[in-house]
């Protein structure tokens, strides 16, 4: 990139490596950094809808993942492209607030970008498109507000959240089993859900994976489901009733933190060693024993000299749990996480109805499940599923539904899917474009362009024809003056969106056009690149 | 014969690269040209940003100083321009890509003088002169705001960060904006205002417009160990005990050995050290403390031990926000708790732990000395925050400004044409080749409503003669017209459309963009050194001077 030359010709060293940089300018810039980010978009754009396919995508390390989820292909996709990489982040920053939708928001700015890349080819300023978007953009988020309903989360055993959750599984490789799964989210999220407050700690729901078994095995613990077995196989593999000792310090003699040393002279002084060391271990269980305690959880592992002692006293034990279960569990139980065996009393144990062993098939495998808690305020979504791919998906998908229900919880306001959504404030924004009168009109008109890009998205991969679908459903809306008519995608002979109970929510819709009409004010900004040269 | 030639003088060592004379003047105004063409589109509230990528990193960015910063300018005489860009940044915020600009017009004015063979130095001096006289307008045009009543200059507070925002990824919100940026600059200490006490946080996701400002600290929560969920999370009036001390059952001294005689002085040991930590945790309960903050470690142990006693701890905060938080609550900073004493402690009207976007944070609302305030930025992406954090950085630090120097200057390029005008007009007053010079420099200061015309896609020529004419005519009513970017006319008074700037920036641009066009023009010769050649020879070689058994590593 030489910027200048003197009056010989030489050109001169302005920069560092000025001649290892590259910088492209003007409408050279606005098309490469359009088209960069365009490809991402059209990578995602056959995952949108429930007849979206999935991608698969091989690490580096060769780990292989099948998903739907618009925010992990891109992130597993590892673009190096610096505008391409901001729709990676619109996607992320979608998940981070809302959770779902992360694959349409994405799509939604690549169908912007398209419509800038004609209106720049036409000769507009940048800024007086994204000036035009802007103002599409408030048009738009209005007529969504107008057009949404509120819906009585209580109403018909929660039969509305349900039925949202549905919306947000029904893209998912585990849609079969949407409905099943639905409740679950739901009963999952409304047992830690502070109604009162609108607030959902979604720390408190886990979610655990273990192959084997189908999708439907699936299931809710309103409980605790940890990943470890008895410290010894002969130990009772139910405790009832069990009042559990949660402690933070291993089964093993002291050791003081400073560096020492024990200079042993004598036999003798051996023996008092021994035996001082055996005391530690009885003492140990004598203070468990004697708060009343009948199971200890700890976090450190033990001996095997006290394992033995253990069992020797009926005092079964898990050894290893990790330091986020001891938090669950202390908080499930109500109980105190004990640093030391000295500090052992009755009030700081935890209690609950039954802690089990469970094993799974055939294998070996065993998992504890702690159910019936003192204060059940943390749930476990156990997932099943023929492989560990499986698994995985099924995990993000309840991860998107509890979201989307977490998000109802907070603002009970709802709108339809199927593009329906889209489709109104698209027509909402065609009849505004009519009444401005500066250059922005045409940037508003193809605003509500890209917004019909999505039904039309919906629709091809569905394998509709886009075109027509997209036209009858704008036709019956603008006749009918009914803003849930959409694409029907399931075939179910109602494209009427309230009648195939296609619920999503307003707060997703709202951010994901924001969102995206953000990123591309930002990229329609961006005039001169200057980069190394293999960019 | 030849035993009487001169021997040569071997001035300089071989290699090294002289250029001097009138045609190094010239060369060094070409390349100072040529870095000031970089920043000229990002100027105005049409200019664009620039995205420069540096290694992995990727940066947008719309600010003069950052953009030049991060082109690495070798040039020396382009890199006064980088360095003049970050004067102005740090003494005034905003304004960076005008002074550069500025400078490089000046030069340019410059380059048919020196080409004509006026001698440098008569061109500095005329500067200067033109320099001084635009000054003293300056101060004569400007407008004092400070016998405004409170409630008039808190508008204009307003204007002026909207003026600062306006070029920036943030102009459509900028009303949100600029009543986040004045709020918070109210909050500190009149006197003072010290940029750092507001803190500006950063969270991905959501929209811009989440953005909030809190009349406090806010921070992200730390890394916590098990038992931090057990601890409360909202307190009002609590008392805020401040440490740098790490709460952890931990050897006392590093490297230090015990030797243990007897079995039984083990447990003795064991049960010292648990004492030790245990003393330190119960000092501060007996206290009274009800949230404890260390810029240091905060173990397991400590976390359960508060949270048995319903203490809020967070450890390993970062010391920018402890000091924060110490402003904010009045409380102080205690290495130890040996005699800790409850009125080191700090309070604040309301403490929270909530959650924004992906992350949780912790609130300190309502403090009692409240000269701190925190700014927590929403958007959509990195690169987004990253650049609305500069933009509102620009925007407070004009608050600040303004604040303090309570006179204003109506934007849009109308100060630099009223300023031009006025130089034109004294020049017909002035004999000898001054007259050309401050004539130039007349025309030097032109360039600002230019680039802002130019970038906005309007007709510059026609709207400068428009603009001209306006001023010429003279008066209160010609004085503020500037550049109407979205007027049909182009023009517009800049003064009742309310684009104001404090004088102060325009001071400082004008002062340093001159500075910097004196220095580059006296400049007459160039003595650039080979790169030394230990750095060349030693890359390829290795490390010669080491033996050559050095390889092992």
């Known amino acids: 990139m030489s910027l200048a030359f003197d009056d010989y010709g030489r050109p001169y060293i302005i920069l560092r490596d000025q001649g290892s940089k590259k910088r492209m300018k003007g409408l050279e810039a606005y098309k490469s950094n359009i088209l960069a980010a365009k490809a991402v978009a059209n990578t995602l754009s056959s995952s949108l809808g429930p007849k979206g396919m999935d991608k698969m995508l091989v690490s580096p390390d060769g780990d292989v993942s099948v998903t739907n989820d618009g925010s992990i292909i891109v ?30 928001v994405v799509v939604l700015a690549g169908k912007l970008l398209e419509q800038a890349l004609t209106l720049l080819d036409k000769g507009n300023h940048p800024l007086k498109i994204s000036d035009g978007f802007d103002r599409a953009c408030d048009v738009a988020i209005k007529h969504l507000e107008t057009i949404s309903e509120e819906i009585d989360i209580q109403a018909n055993e929660h039969e509305a959240l349900i039925q949202a959750a549905c919306t947000a599984l029904g893209s998912k490789v585990v849609s079969k089993r949407k409905r099943e799964l639905g409740k679950i989210a739901v009963t999952a999220v409304l047992d830690v859900a502070d109604l009162a407050r609108k607030d959902v700690n979604l720390d408190l729901i886990k979610i655990q994976t273990k192959t084997g078994g189908s999708v439907e095995d699936t299931r809710l613990i309103s409980g605790i489901l940890i990943d470890k077995d008895m410290s010894h196989p002969q130990m009772p593999k139910e405790v009832k009733e069990a009042k559990i000792c949660l402690l933070t310090c291993p089964f093993e003699p002291p050791k003081p933190k400073t560096k020492h040393n024990i200079n042993i002279s004598s036999a003798e002084d051996y023996k008092k060693l021994y035996q001082q060391e055996q005391q530690y271990f009885v003492d140990m269980v004598k203070l468990v024993k004697d708060s009343g305690a009948n199971i200890a959880l700890c976090q450190w592992g033990f001996d095997d000299e006290a394992n033995h002692l253990l069992l020797q006293n009926e005092l079964p034990a898990v050894r290893w749990v990790s330091g986020t279960d001891v938090e669950l569990i202390a908080m499930a139980t109500g109980a105190r996480i004990i640093p030391r065996f000295q500090e052992i009393t009755p009030e700081k144990l935890g209690k609950a109805g039954s802690v089990k062993e469970v094993q799974f098939g055939t294998s070996n495998e065993r998992m504890l499940v702690i159910e019936n808690c003192q204060c059940t305020k943390a749930v476990t979504i156990l997932i099943r599923g023929g492989s560990q791919m499986i698994v995985d998906e099924a995990k993000r998908s309840i991860h998107d539904a509890i979201c989307v229900i977490r998000n109802l919880i907070k603002d009970n306001r709802i709108v339809y899917g199927g593009g329906s959504a889209e489709l109104a404030c698209a027509i909402q924004v065609l009849q505004y474009a009519d009444e401005v009168s500066s250059v922005e009109q045409y940037a508003i008109r193809s605003f509500a362009d890209a917004l019909e890009g999505i039904p039309c998205c919906l629709a091809d991969n569905c394998g509709l024809n886009p075109i027509t679908s997209v036209a009858q459903a704008k036709s019956r809306q603008l006749q009918e003056n009914n803003p849930r008519i959409g694409i029907d995608c399931m075939e179910l002979g109602t494209t009427d969106m309230k009648e195939q109970r296609i619920y999503e929510t307003l707060s997703s819709k709202k951010q994901q056009i924001q969102l995206a009409t953000q990123v591309v004010k930002m990229i329609l900004k961006i005039d001169d690149v200057i980069a190394p040269d293999d960019y | 014969m030849s035993q009487f030639l001169q021997p040569t003088i071997l001035l300089l060592r071989e290699g090294t690269d002289t250029s001097q004379g009138r045609a190094q003047i010239v060369s060094n105004i070409n390349a100072v040209q040529a870095v000031a063409d970089v920043v000229k589109s990002t100027l105005g509230p049409r200019g664009m940003d620039k995205m420069i990528q540096t290694g992995p990193k990727v940066t947008i960015s719309n600010d003069g100083a950052t953009i030049l910063n991060l082109l690495e300018v070798v040039h020396p005489a382009a890199r006064v321009l980088v360095d003049i860009a970050k004067s102005q940044d740090d003494e005034v915020g905003d304004g960076t890509t005008s002074t550069t600009l500025l400078a490089a017009e000046l030069l340019k004015e410059a380059k048919p003088f020196i080409e004509e063979g006026i001698h440098p130095q008569i061109v500095i001096q005329g500067y200067r002169k033109a320099l001084e006289l635009a000054l003293e307008k300056l101060e004569g045009f400007s407008i004092n705001i400070s016998r405004d009543a409170p409630e008039e200059k808190r508008d204009t507070l307003l204007k002026c960060a909207q003026t600062a925002l306006n070029s ?12 986040l940026v004045v709020s918070a600059v109210e909050k500190l200490d009149p006197n003072i205002l010290d940029r750092d006490l507001i803190g500006i946080k950063n969270v991905t996701g959501g929209s811009v417009t989440d953005s909030f400002l809190v009349d406090g600290v806010a921070f992200k929560k730390t890394f916590s160990y098990a038992g931090f969920e057990q601890q409360p999370k909202r307190f009002e009036n609590p008392k805020i005990c401040l440490l740098n001390l790490e709460l952890e059952l931990k050897s006392e001294k590093e490297n230090a050995e015990i030797r243990i005689e007897k079995p039984e002085e083990y447990q003795q040991i064991v049960d010292a050290e648990w004492a030790l930590i245990y003393e330190k945790l119960d000092i501060i309960v007996k206290a009274g403390a009800q949230i404890v903050l260390s810029k240091l470690p905060i173990g397991d142990l400590a976390t359960q031990y508060f949270a048995d006693r319903n203490i809020f701890c967070a450890g390993r905060v970062p010391q ?8 904010a609550t009045g409380g102080q900073i205690q290495t130890t708790v040996n005699g800790l004493n409850p009125e080191t402690f700090g309070t604040c009207g309301l403490f929270e732990e909530v959650q924004v976007g992906a992350e949780r944070y912790n609130l300190f609302k309502n403090c009692p000395q409240s000269r701190t305030a925190t700014i927590v930025l929403r958007g959509g992406a990195e690169q987004f925050i990253q650049e609305a954090e500069r933009s509102l950085n620009d925007a407070i630090m004009i608050v600040r400004r303004c604040f303090k120097a309570n006179k204003i200057v109506a934007g849009g390029g109308a100060i630099e ?53 306006r001023h010429a005519q003279g008066g209160e009513e010609g004085r503020w017209y500037g550049v109407d970017i979205n007027g049909a006319s182009g023009v517009c008074d800049t003064h009742s459309s309310f684009v104001w700037e404090p004088s102060l920036v325009k001071r400082n641009a004008l002062c340093s963009a001159t500075e910097a066009a004196c220095a580059i023009l006296s400049i007459d010769e160039t003595v650039k050194n080979p790169k030394s050649d230990q750095d060349t020879k030693m890359k390829p070689r290795g490390q010669p001077g080491r033996p050559p058994m050095g390889m092992r590593r």
């Open chain 2, 168 to 179: 920036k990824l943030l102009a459509n919100t900028k009303q949100f904006f600029s009543e």
């Open chain 2, 417 to 469: 044409l009223e300023l031009s005008r006025y130089l034109r007009h004294y020049a017909r007053s002035v004999t000898g080749k001054t007259q050309y010079i401050v004539n130039s420099f007349a025309k030097a200061l032109e360039v600002i409503p230019r680039t802002i015309a130019e970038n906005a896609g309007l007709n510059s020529i026609e709207i400068m003669n428009k603009l001209r004419q």
């Open chain 1, 75 to 104: 992130e597993k996709m590892e673009i190096q492209h610096p505008t391409a990489k901001l729709l990676v982040e619109l996607s992320q920053s979608q998940d981070a607030e809302i959770g779902d939708g992360t694959t349409g």
């Open chain 2, 320 to 327: 920018e926000d402890l000091l924060r938080v110490q402003k």
